[in-house]
């Protein structure tokens, strides 16, 4: 799968907007090539720079597998990322320049995780269906 977006390109500046110093919205994302038998779509969004270890931003399952994934897009299927919140959190690095990878799976079946689930409970559930994934990264550092 190959995913692009309108707000950044691979290996590009994140804009403000989808930071935690903007509106802390998710950026939009273009899915292209997503394999026949696809039922749903799901997300994971890290940074692997924190420094404490991979902080993860987002987790969301049960996407539609549409082409496309608006701005702003509320899920009622979202995990607690590592804010200990539900939804997306922004990229909002402590300092110097970070990476923050949006991983996009495709899967064969709706996931019966409840709302609030653990990026661990995530995974190993994605494993079990993944038919294709893709990934789009972006860079993000806070100015002072």
């Known amino acids: ?23 802390n919205i998710n950026p939009p994302f273009e899915v292209y090539n997503i394999p026949a038998g696809t039922q749903t779509i ?10 404490q270890g991979t902080f993860t931003h987002w987790l969301a399952w049960n996407l539609p597998p549409d082409i496309s994934i608006p701005e702003g897009r509320k899920h009622h299927m979202s995990g607690i990322n590592s804010a ?14 970070h990476r923050y990878y949006f991983n996009i799976y495709a899967l064969d079946a709706a996931l019966s995780l409840e709302n609030g689930a653990g990026r661990a409970a995530l995974e190993m559930e994605i494993e079990k269906h993944v038919l294709a994934a893709g990934s789009l990264m972006g860079l993000y550092q806070r100015k002072k």
Request: proline share 13%; glycine share 14%.
């Open 1 to 23: 799968m190959n995913i692009t977006s309108d707000a950044f390109i691979q290996g590009a500046t994140i804009p403000r907007r989808y930071t935690c110093d903007g509106v």
């Open 42 to 51: 799901a997300i994971i969004m890290e940074d692997p720079d924190a420094p």
């Open 84 to 97: 200990g919140t539900a939804g997306y959190y922004g990229p909002c690095p402590p300092g110097g320049v």
